[in-house]
């Protein structure tokens, strides 16, 4: 379990960072492009606190999404989680205590 300040913090810097370059550092390994484009939907379609809601419950805001978006949404937040604690913005010892 990630702390509402992480989770908010992550909102903000997906908020504030150009998707190509956001593709560049994340995608790769099972963070592909479908991954990061999906993240910045849902940073787009919400605020900070209503992003730190969704990332716990596992839920997403009301998007439209795309077939190849769809077909991943059951695992994303995994993946999401794996990718920022690799880099860094998410702290992988809150990733510890909840598992």
């Not at 992003?51 to 999401?80: D, L, M, N």
């Amino acid at each position: 379990m990630y702390s509402p300040e992480e989770l908010k913090s992550l909102h903000g810097f997906v908020k504030q960072t150009g998707e190509g370059n956001l593709k560049k550092m994340m995608a790769g390994g099972p963070m592909t492009d479908v991954h990061v484009n999906m993240l910045v939907k849902c940073v787009r379609a919400c605020s900070e606190d209503e992003f730190a809601t969704h990332w716990e419950a596992g839920s997403f805001p009301k998007i439209k999404f795309t077939p190849a978006e769809r077909g991943i949404q059951e695992k994303c937040y995994g993946v999401w989680a794996d990718a920022c604690s690799r880099l860094g913005l998410l702290s992988q010892q809150s990733a510890k205590k909840a598992a």
